[in-house]
């Protein structure tokens, strides 16, 4: 692979540090200059290298458009860390220059009282505006929506359609599709703006229109407006009232972010991790060690139960002392094999794969599957058994324990995620540490049962 | 929430089945009327419920441009599977219909030699068309990119910018930008459809350009695409040969989908299954065998050294039986906090948040939450033993012992994905099954090794 884009862009934006260091020194409202011939995406990472007393004196010193397009392309947390510092109606003036959902997504981040201060300063479209956006709930599609969207009335024609998309254009509203609705801005239809241009201009938007367009409603979850996204392969979903009318759309860079964003919260829970809001080195020491001790100590307690068993059966082991060898492998395999069912099974729920109604067929083939790993691994653990010198009689105890704690992790595992799901729980908190550490316990059991049964130790 | 879009549609779609049933056993070539009002992803949903034989009746009998039409969405494998039961006159057929990338991607699941034969009863121009995209390598923009693009003269104007856009548009190309480019067809510039169409007629293409557009070239990888997509906010992006002439177009729609499969292999790493190619239920019972099994396998071998370990040490076990009670506990604990920084490291990597340069800064601060996280379990742990009766000794001995392996783990569990990124394998075969089986291993070392120093037992 040859140096991509991404990076060579980097290395030239950098260059240009010294530059925006010596505008900030000598005459800061200079440095907007700098940033008219980057995309605002290279603007964010060039400003990145300097401190924040520094971006500060930028922001309150380059037009509020400026800092509008910028903050944009900035994580909402990191630019609300910012703007906080700035006087109220300077973030008003840079809000009102924001499209809406970007807009609405950076006010989300203020306390409630700052929120009512800068909106008190805004003008009066945009605060109504604005509002509307945030009294929809977080991770709805009427959250994310812009109110920036093209309609065409349905007795218009294909001139109308390209009339309505250059008025539009001329407001810089991002468009792709023009959303058919009659008297009462109900959704009746869409044209592309491709098909308007190929269309003759007195052709009718009847004629033309697509009559049912994939849509959302505004209380529609971001995970389930993704998955229409990307089933559908749009690049803009309409999204409704539920009275049918179009209250704005959704456009796919932001349907990009919300896949990423899920992607790494799924990622973190199956790693037993409190998904952090911001990235690795952004988020503080203490908050990152308080959403891991959280879960590491409720491991902990699952995990103390083994002690427990252990404990129960000490009389046994003291009797067999080389059972204690296979402890940590037999619990261990119970671990990894339901962990594997948990991931495959979180996942395929997550992109759809797999619904809550499969329970059955997922649990057949688990069972399934359990058997023939443990048979393999069963096998394995009878021959290193045979090895050590344990005697037969912990080699069998070792490979009947190994068959029913991978039959019975698959099982747990997968069965786990399905039930959270069923009861409305995010099912990738059935993380693989969280699988594995209530398998060790049941391995654990079923280890000293089984060895009780074969030596018949009390 | 409400009931969302593709719940609702998917009920519609279902209610048209027994129709369709009913006209393939009359007359298959009617089927095709069904399909008319149906978005091709609907249609999908529709004819997933028949049995194959039915599904290559359907093929054969309605136009090849609608068999095009739906095997553009589904998974590229399913449709081969279905393809290569028919007729490889009528498999040129269809493939002639589809987008050429949506044809190169199913090409590539073909056998060599079928792909060949298919190739050879295809129309002259499209064959060469997918034969040069199926050069590229796989998982590049060269594989994944459109060669139907619309360029503009750099000589143009607003109007000629329009033209052929209108031109693009009535061969139904699915168009966002228009690529400007000189005579030897070098990428100079972009300009949006919007901004022609805002734009005076008799506006020169030069003043109206974005001169730096962001873009990629023919070899690079699809997660740097979908990087350099997400952090631009693209619709699509333009990709070049090194001369910097244009070769096509990738548009985010593909991104999407390439997105959602990074993060189920990123998942599916994690939780220590060897990806899979096709959704849970498409996958053979065996070939997910061998891909959990494998790794099971791998990590059975691993663990197998901490009875080894607790085999060395079996004098001080008889000794001081009530070191047993902790085994479990203090290798789970290890294995936990493993996990969680290679989850976290791993994801932070994916999305490029943290970079490999990053590597003391992130062990600094994973030694630093390891030492904070061990303090806090190996307060639990003393409070247990003490709780347990196990005597002091042992409750110090387990004290340390956590504090010691939250320490190892989250240092081994951070670096390993970094040390992996650097030799050029993918981070997210550190998995939390595989970290936490290293960090078993370790723990239990660890463990014994405090123990002998505290006791002082040979």
Redesign the interface.
Known sequence: ??E???ES?LATVQLLLPDLREALAADPASAAGLFE?L?P?DGVDLISALEDEEILTLFANIPPADTAMLTA?MEASTAYELLRQLPSELVADILEQMDPDDGAELLAEFEDEEQAQVLSQMEQEDREEAAALLAHEEE?AGRLMTPQFVTVPIEGTAATA?ER??A???E?????SLYVVDENQILRGRI????A??AEPNEKIVDLMD??P????V???QE?V??????????AVPVLE?SGAMAGIIT??D???I??EE??E???R????EP?DN???ATG?WE??WK??M???L???V??F??TV??HS?DM??HT?NL??????V???G???G??S???????LA?G??KVR?AV??AG?EI??GL??GF??AT??FA?AIL?DTGHLVAWIVAITLICV?TWGALLGSMLPLLLKKVGIDPAIA???FV??MV?VSG?LLYMAVAHAILHVP
Chains 1, 2 share one sequence.
Request: charged share 20%.
């Open positions: 692979m040859t991509t884009n991404g862009r011939e995309h995406a392309f709805t390209i998309a250059r539009g254009a001329r810089e509203w991002s468009m792709h592309t703006l491709m098909e241009l190929a009559t049912d994939p849509k959302v409603y209380d529609t979850d389930e993704a998955r229409v996204v990307s089933k559908y392969d749009l690049i539920h796919v860079d349907m990009v972010d896949l990423i992607g790494t799924d990622a973190h199956l790693g037993a991790v952090l990235p690795y080195f020491f990152m060690a891991r001790g879960w590491l100590c491991l902990f307690f995990t103390m083994t002690g252990l404990q000490s082991l003291t002392l204690i060898l296979f402890v940590p492998l619990i261990a395999s671990g990894n094999s962990a594997q948990a991931t495959l099974v979180t996942r395929a992109t794969e797999v499969d067929r997922v083939r399934g599957m023939s790993l393999v691994l394995l653990g290193r050590w991978c993380s693989s540490p594995a550490s060790d654990i």
